[in-house]
């Protein structure tokens, strides 16, 4: 694949047919459970002629950056309940070079005391909330994953490992996703519930709500529980409005499934994406392959049927 120059990419459009792919995957939040990977899969069931984009659980906004990506006509909705986290897209979106600078100073103050530096940094963020501070957090802890204790307390460890992505390389990709999303995208902290109920005619809803397997009961990955089963009373609203929406899910590893699926009677279109090895399973020696399930309603699910790429 050819060597990509950011340098020249002046807006979205000089980017369509070449490596949108590649592009997706250079995201600048780091995030546990992105779609950076499988995003353009997931987009090629999606048409093109569409309004708005609505990401109500955006985390990484991986769907969003693919979706612009694709179109450079729509406009995009970018939401996730946790603030901090919105607040680093709004700092890509209206000011990426403060943030930049800001990644720029943490990551090099870091540098001969990383383990004592990350808990400085974790305690500073636990008291005022600053986005660069939980973007610095996220490069640097394990799996890159937003756990928060009882208190509201952001509280994984960090990888020693790693010491996050070089400031350079963190600034081109802040810098590629302003130049993608800037001037066509909102930016909002709010529960899911209040973007969907903003679905309009034309508009394209992409729903990735968190892991069943850790959200039920207290969570401690995310500030609130999430209730599936009035997740599908909402999505039987959407259907009576003949919405076009599609949901990331459950999944399997081989023959071994993981999540609820969705209930039949909202009568949605399954397909499955191949999202690779998983990490589990290399480590086991095995050679299962992770398939993640992708849920069109129905009205998608007519249009998509009739584009003929996408079968
Ligand atoms: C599985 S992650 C989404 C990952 C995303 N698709 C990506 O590519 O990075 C689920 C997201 O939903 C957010 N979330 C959890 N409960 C929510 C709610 N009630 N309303 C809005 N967002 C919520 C979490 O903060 C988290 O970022």
Same mark, same amino acid.
């Given at each position: 694949?050819?060597? /990509? &120059?950011?340098?020249?990419?002046?807006?979205?459009?000089?980017?369509?047919?070449?490596?949108?792919?590649? +592009?997706?995957?250079?995201?600048?939040?780091?995030?546990?459970?992105?779609?950076?990977?499988?995003?353009?899969?997931?987009?090629?069931?999606?048409?093109?002629?569409?309004?708005?984009?609505?990401?109500?659980?955006?985390?990484?906004?991986?769907?969003?950056?693919?979706?612009?990506?694709?179109?450079?006509? @729509?406009?995009?909705?970018?939401?996730? @309940? &946790?603030?901090? =986290? +919105?607040?680093?897209?709004?700092? !890509?979106?209206?000011?990426?070079?403060?943030?930049?600078?800001?990644?720029?100073? /943490?990551?090099?103050?870091?540098?001969?005391?990383? %383990?004592?530096?990350?808990?400085? @940094?974790?305690?500073?963020? &636990?008291?005022?909330?600053?986005?660069?501070? #939980?973007?610095?957090?996220?490069?640097?802890?394990?799996?890159?994953?937003?756990?928060?204790?009882?208190? $509201?307390?952001?509280?994984?460890?960090?990888?020693?490992?790693? %010491?996050?992505?070089?400031?350079?390389?963190?600034?081109? %990709? !802040?810098?590629?996703?302003?130049?993608?999303?800037?001037?066509?995208? @909102?930016?909002?902290?709010?529960?899911?519930?209040?973007?969907?109920?903003?679905?309009?005619?034309?508009?394209? =809803?992409?729903?990735?709500?968190?892991?069943? $397997?850790?959200?039920?009961?207290?969570? *401690?990955?995310?500030?609130?529980?999430?209730?599936?089963?009035?997740?599908?009373?909402?999505?039987?609203?959407?259907?009576?409005?003949?919405?076009?929406?599609?949901?990331?899910?459950?999944? %399997?590893?081989?023959?071994?499934?993981?999540?609820?699926?969705?209930?039949?009677?909202?009568?949605?279109?399954?397909?499955? +994406?191949?999202?690779?090895?998983?990490?589990?399973?290399?480590?086991? $020696?095995?050679?299962?392959? *992770?398939?993640?399930? #992708?849920?069109?309603?129905?009205?998608?699910?007519? !249009?998509? &049927?009739? +584009?003929?790429?996408?079968?």
């Amino acid at each position: 694949m050819a060597e /990509l &120059n950011y340098t020249n990419i002046s807006t979205a459009t000089d980017l369509f047919g070449q490596a949108a792919e590649q +592009i997706s995957i250079m995201q600048p939040v780091p995030y546990q459970g992105s779609k950076r990977r499988i995003a353009q899969d997931i987009a090629s069931w999606f048409p093109d002629k569409i309004r708005r984009f609505l990401e109500p659980f955006a985390g990484s906004a991986a769907m969003s950056l693919a979706m612009a990506l694709r179109n450079s006509d @729509i406009e995009i909705w970018i939401n996730d @309940i &946790n603030a901090p =986290l +919105i607040g680093i897209w709004h700092y !890509i979106l209206k000011d990426p070079k403060k943030i930049s600078d800001q990644y720029e100073h /943490l990551w090099t103050d870091q540098i001969g005391r990383e %383990r004592q530096f990350y808990n400085e @940094i974790r305690n500073r963020f &636990n008291k005022h909330h600053e986005p660069s501070d #939980l973007l610095y957090l996220l490069a640097r802890c394990v799996k890159a994953s937003v756990r928060y204790n009882s208190k $509201g307390e952001f509280n994984n460890s960090p990888d020693n490992r790693r %010491r996050g992505a070089r400031p350079e390389e963190m600034r081109r %990709r !802040i810098m590629l996703a302003h130049r993608i999303l800037a001037e066509r995208t @909102i930016v909002t902290s709010l529960d899911y519930e209040n973007v969907v109920e903003q679905y309009r005619a034309g508009d394209l =809803l992409y729903m990735d709500p968190p892991y069943q $397997g850790v959200s039920n009961g207290r969570d *401690t990955r995310y500030y609130t529980s999430f209730s599936h089963k009035h997740f599908c009373t909402i999505l039987d609203r959407l259907n009576n409005l003949d919405a076009m929406y599609a949901v990331s899910y459950d999944g %399997r590893t081989g023959a071994k499934m993981y999540g609820e699926p969705m209930p039949a009677d909202l009568k949605l279109f399954k397909v499955e +994406i191949c999202a690779g090895r998983s990490t589990q399973a290399t480590l086991l $020696g095995r050679n299962s392959l *992770t398939y993640e399930s #992708l849920y069109l309603s129905p009205a998608l699910a007519g !249009i998509t &049927n009739s +584009i003929p790429w996408a079968v």
